[in-house]
């Protein structure tokens, strides 16, 4: 994996209090990760750290948009992203003992470190940003979707509906009680 040193933190020199972060995400930055399911990623990842004694507290803020292909007719469409995530950063001793954690919003880091790298965060919140299903927005109260492919669904749907399915016959009698 290539090194993703700009996504490293020095907070040794921080003093305590909020510090504001930005970070530039594109296609490029994914390339670390391997093939993702959405392409053109024009993100933006506004990360505010408050620095305390022990801990950080993490609030990532994504924006921007990517590329994906919408699940009913197949075509791509421009997602917008928007969401926020926290993240707690725990200074310890043995972090390697903590880490299997069962809260995915703690994480631990060793008290002898002194840098801190957020690129796996980002990788993770982008993703997450981004719903499980993916369908054209509407627009004018119409949906998004291509015209055709939303007739030719229509179509299937009418010549499915005209079969009766012998499989579901036997159980139309539970109906009746």
Same mark, same amino acid.
């Given at each position: 994996?290539?090194?993703?040193?700009?996504?490293?933190? %020095?907070?040794? +020199?921080?003093?305590?209090? $909020?510090?504001?972060?930005?970070?530039?995400?594109?296609?490029?930055?994914?390339?670390?990760?391997?093939?993702?399911?959405?392409?053109?990623?024009? %993100?933006?990842?506004?990360?505010?750290?408050?620095?305390?004694?022990?801990?950080?507290?993490?609030?990532?803020?994504?924006? +921007?948009?990517?590329? $994906?292909?919408?699940?009913?007719?197949?075509?791509?469409?421009?997602?917008?992203?928007?969401?926020?995530?926290?993240?707690?950063?725990?200074?310890?001793?043995? !972090?390697?003992?903590?880490?299997?954690?069962?809260?995915?919003?703690?994480?631990?880091?060793?008290?002898?470190?002194?840098?801190?790298?957020? %690129?796996?965060?980002?990788?993770?919140?982008?993703?997450?940003?981004?719903?499980?299903?993916?369908?054209?927005?509407?627009?004018? +109260?119409?949906?998004?979707?291509? !015209?055709?492919?939303?007739?030719?669904?229509?179509?299937?749907?009418?010549?499915? +509906?005209?079969?009766?399915?012998?499989?579901?016959?036997?159980?139309?009698?539970?109906?009746?009680?």
């Amino acid at each position: 994996m290539k090194a993703l040193r700009q996504f490293d933190i %020095a907070f040794v +020199g921080l003093k305590p209090g $909020v510090h504001t972060f930005q970070y530039q995400i594109t296609d490029s930055f994914f390339e670390n990760y391997g093939p993702q399911d959405f392409s053109n990623c024009n %993100a933006t990842v506004k990360l505010l750290l408050d620095k305390k004694s022990n801990f950080f507290l993490l609030k990532f803020e994504i924006g +921007g948009t990517v590329t $994906v292909n919408c699940d009913r007719c197949g075509q791509p469409f421009e997602l917008q992203l928007w969401d926020d995530f926290d993240q707690v950063v725990k200074m310890v001793d043995n !972090p390697d003992e903590l880490n299997d954690d069962e809260d995915p919003d703690v994480s631990y880091i060793s008290k002898t470190e002194s840098h801190l790298n957020v %690129a796996e965060w980002i990788y993770e919140f982008i993703n997450l940003s981004i719903p499980m299903q993916r369908i054209h927005p509407e627009k004018d +109260g119409k949906s998004g979707c291509d !015209p055709k492919v939303l007739e030719m669904l229509d179509k299937m749907n009418q010549q499915s +509906g005209e079969k009766d399915n012998p499989i579901w016959k036997d159980l139309d009698k539970f109906r009746q009680n």
